[in-house]
Every structure is written in structure tokens, then in C-alpha cells.
């Protein structure tokens, strides 16, 4: 029997893992740098918590949950988010009693959808976060985090979208506004869109069925039913974006799938990757902490698709060289074999963090071995035989430019690899 992945699960090979750590790092770095700190949560959480932070009549927790019993007979499932997880989390350690918090998470989350392009059951978020902040300054920084995150990756001609949701008073009017609307027009509504008019209506505005959407841009506009609070917020973070130069359309048809939504939400959107063209969404869920039974606490947070932005990132071609390292050890008869582990240990230690080192293992021809190190990336081959080892003295061959081979011994090739590699931060 062939052993093969599970559907929507993908495998990240050596030559991608490059581009996936250049954005984590980019992100980690930005993150940060704007004075937020990492939480790290479990993987797997209670049914319960999904079914009352996202909500019970929301596709996420209906039809795309991985939820099963274990062998203790509890209810669990893996987490098709952050945001309910890290509430869990602080309420649980006290985060939230008269403190401010601001954090991000990175990792898998699980949806149980049809695999596409841009879409997958397994796939990564970033997520960051805001606790204890009614904003919207703070909204207006977390959206700056973004912008600056896309330039950092070299992203342009994303699409910045806005709208509020209102608060409890402003959904329960317009949810009955809309109610009639559609109600009008049931019958030329989707199947799906018809049920969602009795469970969940505002979800209906995010149909992607065409027939539907035609009728939806003639529904009423949430922002005509706003609350003077909400509108007062949305003013705030329009204000907020325009002083920071942040180009912003608001569009009263922007719905999000998870129910704890209240207020400003927002997407960013590429037209380059077809119908997966969100890469990043969130806005304020400041009912949230409280109805999972902690103390009432503003929040604002957003998560962005992990493997969306590595796929516009390969389509930018912006990936940085997969090298496997930057200095390659050959080694070649009995001493020059034994002698090539202690080189490349000494290699080590000469250059800490600023440069890889690979030992070429398993011997080999020295044409053999100079093509390896040729292909994997490297800027010096250190090269050690038998003569060398009698000398002291280590062969140091530049693959990348026109400069002669020399000879050098311990000491000077410390100094000399110390020179070709310079800290990286200096
Ligand atoms: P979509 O409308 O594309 O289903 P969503 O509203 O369900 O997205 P969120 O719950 O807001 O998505 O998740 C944040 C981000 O995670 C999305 O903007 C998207 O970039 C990414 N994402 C969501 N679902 C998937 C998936 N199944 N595979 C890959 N990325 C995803
Ligand atoms: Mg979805």
C-alpha cells in the first residue's frame, strides 16, 4: 500500500521552506517591532469554545470543523482559528483584568473545506490581536502593521477594504431590515442562501452565487443603520488611515464569516490569486471576551492566510535563492575525510549565526564533490586532503567570483571567513 498525505494537507519541501521562513521572519520581526508578543496556544481546544466564540450557525463551525471525540471520551476539535483560543487563554490566566495586551500567534489551523487553489483543510495563520483598547487608534495601527508587512514582502495594488457591523442594537435592526428585503426576493435566492435567511442573514451578503449576489447589491446598507457609537468608530478609522496615508474603500457588503464580529471589520485583497484573493482579514469583537465568561473587554484583531501570501510571493518571484549554505567543506582521502569534521566545526565557530555551513559526507571524487558544493549555493569551497593536513593549511576556493584559490592555515582562514561574512545586522 502507497502511504499518501490526507486531502488539503500539504507537505513544504527544503527548496520552499525558504520562502516560508522569510516570511515568518519578516512578520515575526514586525510584530515585534510594533511591541507585540508572541502566545503560543494548543492545537486542539473544546468543541464548545467554537461552537459560542465563532458561532453555531457559522460554516466554520457547521460544515468545516475537524471535530471528534478522544479516547476520554471529550469533545475536541482543532482549531479553525486563533482568536477563541487566545481568549480562552487569557481569561483563563487573568490577561484581560484591567490590562492592555497586545499578540500574535503563527501556526496550522484546520478547516474542513474543498481543497483549491489559495484553499486547503490544513493551512497557516498569522494572527495578531488587541486587548483592553475600545480603539480605533489602536484599530488604525494594527491595519498600519499590515501595510507595512506587504511592503516589507514587496506586495503592491492590494485592495484595503472597509465596514462596521455596528453593535448589538445596530444588528438587530438591520438584521430585520435585510430580513424583509430578502425576504421579497426568497425565491431567486440559493438554497443555501435561502436557509442562511432564517440562521443567518447578514452571511448572505457573502454569497458567492451570482444570481444571489445580484439581488444582494440592492440590499439596505448597514452603514444607514449604524449606531452613533459605531458610526463615531468608523469615522475614527477612516480619520486614522488617511493620516497615515492608507488608501481605504468602504464597502457596506463586507460581512465576516465568524460571528463575533462587531464594528470596524476589514479585508485586503489581491486580484492575482482568482476567487482566494483575501489574504488578510479582521476587525473588532469587542463582545467577545465576555461572552466566553471573562470580564467585558474590548478586542480588535486580524489573520492572514499563510499560504496566500506565499503564493503571491512566488508569483512576485521575489523568492529569495534556496541555497542550502554558504560555505562547503570537500574532504578528500582518509586524514582529509577525518580532518573534514573538525574544519567544519572550526568553520562554526568562526562564523556563530552569520553563515551555513555544509560538510560534504560520504566521500567522493573531488570533481564529485566541488559540483555539490557548486550547486549547493555556496560562496567558498574549504577544501582538505591529505597534503593539506600534513601542511596545516586548508584550500579556499571562491565559487562566486573571479578570485584566485589560496592556501590558508587555522588562523588566517578564521580571519578570512570572519571578512566574506560579515554580521548580518551590522
Ligand atoms: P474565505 O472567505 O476565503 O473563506 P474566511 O473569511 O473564511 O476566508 P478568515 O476566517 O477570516 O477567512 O481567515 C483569515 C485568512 O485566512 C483569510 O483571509 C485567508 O487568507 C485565509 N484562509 C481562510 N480559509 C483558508 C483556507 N481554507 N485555506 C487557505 N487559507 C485560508
Ligand atoms: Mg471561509
Not at 442562511?196 to 442573514?201: I, K, Y
Not at 469615522?235 to 488608501?247: F, M, N, P, V, Y
Not at 463582545?287 to 512566488?314: C, D, F, K, N, Y
Amino acid at each position: 500500500m502507497k502511504v499518501q498525505s490526507i486531502r488539503g494537507f500539504n507537505d513544504v519541501l527544503p527548496a520552499d521552506s525558504a520562502l516560508w521562513q522569510h516570511l515568518f521572519d519578516t512578520a515575526r520581526n514586525l510584530f515585534e517591532a510594533y511591541g507585540y508578543r508572541e502566545m503560543r496556544i494548543p492545537v486542539v481546544e473544546s468543541i464548545a469554545l467554537f461552537k459560542r466564540a465563532v458561532g453555531e450557525v457559522t460554516d466554520v463551525v457547521e460544515k468545516e470543523m475537524y471535530a471528534f471525540e478522544d479516547r476520554g471520551g471529550e469533545h475536541i476539535a482543532l482549531r479553525p482559528e486563533f482568536t477563541a483560543g487566545v481568549v480562552r487563554a487569557g481569561i483563563e490566566h487573568g490577561l484581560f483584568h484591567n490590562q492592555q495586551q497586545r499578540v500574535w500567534c503563527a501556526g496550522p489551523v484546520f478547516r474542513y473545506e474543498r481543497p483549491q487553489a489559495g484553499r486547503y483543510r490544513q493551512f497557516h495563520q498569522l494572527n495578531v490581536e488587541a486587548y483592553g483598547i475600545p480603539g480605533p487608534d489602536v484599530d488604525v495601527e494594527l491595519i498600519a502593521m499590515t501595510a507595512r508587512l506587504w511592503k516589507a514582502l514587496g506586495f503592491r495594488n492590494l485592495r484595503l477594504e472597509l465596514n462596521s457591523l455596528g453593535g448589538p442594537e445596530t444588528r438587530t435592526r438591520y438584521r430585520a431590515a435585510l430580513v424583509g428585503f430578502l425576504s421579497r426576493h426568497e425565491a431567486s435566492l440559493d438554497e443555501d442562501s435561502r436557509k442562511r435567511l432564517q440562521t443567518n442573514p447578514l452571511r448572505v451578503l457573502d454569497s458567492k452565487v451570482p444570481a444571489t449576489q445580484s439581488i444582494v447589491k440592492d440590499a439596505p446598507s448597514i452603514l444607514d443603520y449604524l449606531d452613533a457609537d459605531s458610526a463615531a468608530h468608523l469615522d475614527g478609522l477612516r480619520q486614522g488611515l488617511s493620516d497615515l496615508d492608507i488608501a481605504h474603500h468602504v464597502n457596506p457588503r463586507l460581512v465576516r464569516g465568524l460571528d463575533y464580529y462587531t464594528k470596524g471589520v476589514f479585508e485586503w485583497i489581491t486580484s492575482e490569486l482568482g476567487a482566494q484573493g483575501t489574504i488578510c482579514a479582521g476587525g473588532r469583537y469587542d463582545g467577545l471576551v465576555e461572552q466566553l465568561g471573562g470580564s467585558p473587554t474590548p478586542a480588535v484583531g486580524w489573520a492572514a492566510g499563510v499560504e496566500r501570501l506565499i503564493l503571491l510571493l512566488q508569483k512576485l518571484g521575489t523568492a529569495p535563492l534556496a541555497a542550502e549554505a554558504d560555505v562547503y567543506v570537500c574532504c578528500f582521502g582518509e586524514q582529509g575525510e577525518r580532518a573534514g569534521l573538525a574544519l567544519a566545526e572550526a568553520a562554526r565557530d568562526a562564523l556563530g549565526q552569520k553563515a551555513r555551513v555544509a560538510l560534504n559526507v560520504g566521500g567522493g571524487k573531488p570533481g564529485a564533490q566541488f559540483k555539490r558544493a557548486d550547486k549547493s549555493g555556496a560562496r567558498v569551497a574549504l577544501a582538505i586532503g591529505d597534503d593539506e593536513v600534513a601542511a596545516g593549511t586548508v584550500q579556499v576556493k571562491f565559487l562566486r567570483e573571479d578570485r584566485p584559490q589560496v592556501a590558508a592555515t587555522r588562523s588566517e582562514l578564521a580571519a578570512l571567513l570572519a571578512s566574506l561574512f560579515p554580521p548580518k545586522h551590522a
